[in-house]
């Protein structure tokens, strides 16, 4: 058993035959195109998968696919059973208190308490809005309608506890079986199952929420289009994941911590993100760049797993380089991650 960039134990999946992969040739989620190009080849860096694992750009409309990928039962092979993301178990939170109460409560019209007066909500604002773009509070986003919330492959449901919490009615949909008996087990309400495929309500959620999810998806747009019709008329979705024409992606090419081959099968830039939403009726109403700097120590910590150098050893243990690199990513609107939310229209 080895280290992965994060100098922690990588879970034997060279047991996994490459076969179990059931890796295949896949056309272009958004045209279907199936001419590409490829622009980077790399390996499974986290778990160890074997084999070698190509990202192509689609030659009609530049998406980038993971090709050939895991297909069918392959996609659960992809996930060996130490996954780290579903090996915790849930906390259940207490509801938000403090300045973080205040603030949810005043400016994201959430069910905590009353509202300041006008004048005082004004004064704040400043510091409000500092606090709400920080990294950490990105899920909380505003309060609407009835509450109604769903996180799309919510694991074992940590973010689900957190808004049921903060007064939400959450729930939340994975395929993962060992995922949802954890979080069932913690009173949560989750689903097993996938989206499109899973029974849900039409026009329903106030709220749907994928964080991390949509890269890992095979149908990605087809994931979308379902997502629009549960929605009410007016709903929102917010979904995070990882861009590969950021500024990491550049400088760390393969290495790059975001890739994460070949869990990751689509690798989204800003306007091919937007294209997507956009072709599902889901308009986009804002973008937040979003630093990762732990993404930039390990991906030096990819990079010091395979030249066994010194200084790639150290910069992946240094959070000042992290951050600096961070901030000039944030400046120049390059960053490992985004935030969107967009609307059923």
Request: glycine share 10%.
């Amino acid at each position: 058993m080895g280290l992965n960039g994060q100098g922690m134990p990588m879970p034997d999946a060279r047991a996994v035959p490459i076969e179990d992969l059931h890796l295949a040739e896949v056309p272009c989620d958004y045209c279907g195109e199936t001419e590409a190009d490829v622009l980077l080849t790399g390996r499974d860096r986290f778990c160890g998968l074997p084999g070698e694992f190509h990202v192509v750009a689609c030659r009609r409309c530049g998406l980038r696919r993971t090709n050939p990928q895991p297909t069918g039962p392959g996609l659960a092979a992809a996930y060996p059973e130490a996954y780290s993301p579903h090996r915790a178990d849930v906390t259940v939170p207490p509801a938000p208190a403090g300045s973080l109460r205040w603030v949810l409560a005043n400016y994201r019209h959430y069910p905590l308490g009353h509202r300041s007066p006008a004048a005082v909500r004004w004064l704040a604002w400043p510091w409000a809005a500092l606090r709400l773009r920080n990294r950490k509070f990105v899920g909380y986003l505003a309060y609407e309608g009835d509450g109604r919330l769903l996180d799309l492959g919510c694991s074992i449901g940590q973010y689900v506890a957190e808004m049921q919490a903060a007064g939400w009615q959450a729930e939340g949909v994975d395929l993962v079986p060992e995922a949802i008996a954890t979080g069932r087990r913690a009173g949560l309400n989750l689903h097993q199952g996938t989206l499109p495929g899973i029974d849900l309500p039409r026009d329903h959620y106030d709220l749907v929420t994928m964080w991390h999810v949509i890269e890992h998806l095979p149908a990605p747009k087809a994931t979308l289009e379902a997502i629009r019709g549960i929605l009410k008329p007016g709903g929102r979705l917010a979904l995070a994941c990882p861009l590969s024409d950021s500024l990491g992606a550049r400088w760390f090419g393969s290495a790059w911590y975001g890739l994460d081959l070949p869990r990751h099968l689509t690798h989204f830039t800003r306007p091919a993100l937007r294209r997507h939403l956009e072709a599902a009726g889901l308009a986009v109403e804002r973008t937040q760049s979003v630093r990762r700097p732990t993404f930039v120590r390990r991906s030096y910590g990819y990079l010091a797993d395979e030249t066994g150098s010194g200084l790639h050893r150290w910069l992946s243990r240094s959070r000042m380089v992290a951050r600096l690199m961070s901030h000039a990513a944030l400046a120049a609107r390059r960053t490992d991650e985004i935030l969107v939310v967009a609307r059923r229209v």
